[in-house]
């Protein structure tokens, strides 16, 4: 088997793992645990392995050296809030309905790019945010009776990812891999420790399993798709992350029975098809942020 073909395999892996975990998570949140209980319970277990996978507390206190502390902390707090945003429109909508709008966070990073990174675009880029734009209103339906307020959620989240993504490229040359871990892990836990307490309830030990579940495929996802980095480069895999809404709508047809409308999986497939056009290399220019 060839490297990238084995890296393909473990970042569809990755994206399937992810798809259940949303089932989960909307299974959990439905079931009458607050979101912030969830989120705590979740940064919590992925704090602890950041900080085993830094080498304990001496590897976790050199880990916290990072060119940009302050940029690693923006970034951590995106990662949460969009995560957060994301799982709180599942108990909203159904789920493709809500992964079809975040699936617009590459159109979103590509415009922020030529803003904020100052990189340079070709038409076909054009053609592929006006796609992105064209799946949005194919979802929304802005003509029909009043506009879904709902849909803010899953938008603001898919704007939160894009932030989070441009900040990402922004570190990813500056910092190690442990570093980026331990900011994501630490910095998400204290943000959603206080939300915990607050909203606190005594959970059943079938919703303890879940929320143990849910937390275990977060790493096992996050190490398969690290994995697949290790076999394929960025640009072989980024087809293949647009997997995740097509196992979250099979997943959410399959376990609850969420049957996606016409009109969510042709807008859905419009911004698919927008984002591959994305993919179209740009020429590398030197970019900083503003």
């Not at 892990?185 to 579940?213: D, E, T």
């Not at 290790?230 to 979250?248: G, V, W």
């Amino acid at each position: 088997m060839q490297r990238s073909t084995l890296g393909i395999l473990l970042c569809m892996g990755s994206m399937l793992s992810f798809a259940v975990q949303d089932i989960i998570t909307k299974i959990i949140l439905t079931g009458g645990i607050p979101l912030g209980q969830l989120l705590t319970v979740r940064y919590a277990s992925f704090a602890l392995f950041a900080v085993i996978a830094a080498g304990g507390v001496a590897g976790t206190l050199q880990a916290l050296r990072s060119s940009a502390p302050k940029m690693q902390i923006g970034r951590a707090s995106l990662s949460m809030l969009e995560i957060a945003l994301i799982n709180f429109s599942f108990v909203l909508m159904p789920i493709a309905k809500a992964h079809s709008i975040v699936a617009l966070f590459p159109l979103i990073a590509l415009v922020m790019a030529w803003f904020i990174l100052k990189e340079q675009f070709k038409p076909a880029h054009l053609v592929a945010v006006l796609l992105g734009f064209a799946g949005t209103l194919f979802i929304v339906r802005p003509t029909d009776a009043g506009f879904d307020a709902d849909l803010l959620y899953p938008l603001a989240g898919a704007t939160a990812l894009a932030s989070y993504a441009i900040a990402s490229k922004y570190l990813s040359a500056r910092d190690k891999m442990r570093t980026h871990l331990v900011y994501l892990g630490l910095v998400g836990f204290l943000i959603a420790l206080p939300f915990g307490i607050a909203n606190w309830q005594s959970a059943s030990l079938q919703q303890w399993g879940l929320l143990a579940l849910v937390s275990l495929m977060n790493i096992a996802s996050q190490l398969l798709f690290i994995r697949a980095m290790d076999f394929a480069d960025a640009a072989t895999l980024q087809p293949f992350n647009y997997t995740l809404l097509l196992f979250a709508t099979l997943a959410a047809l399959l376990i609850l029975q969420e049957v996606p409308s016409s009109h969510t999986l042709i807008g859905g497939a419009l911004i698919v098809v927008g984002g591959l056009i994305t993919m179209i290399k740009r020429p590398k220019v030197a970019g900083k942020l503003a």
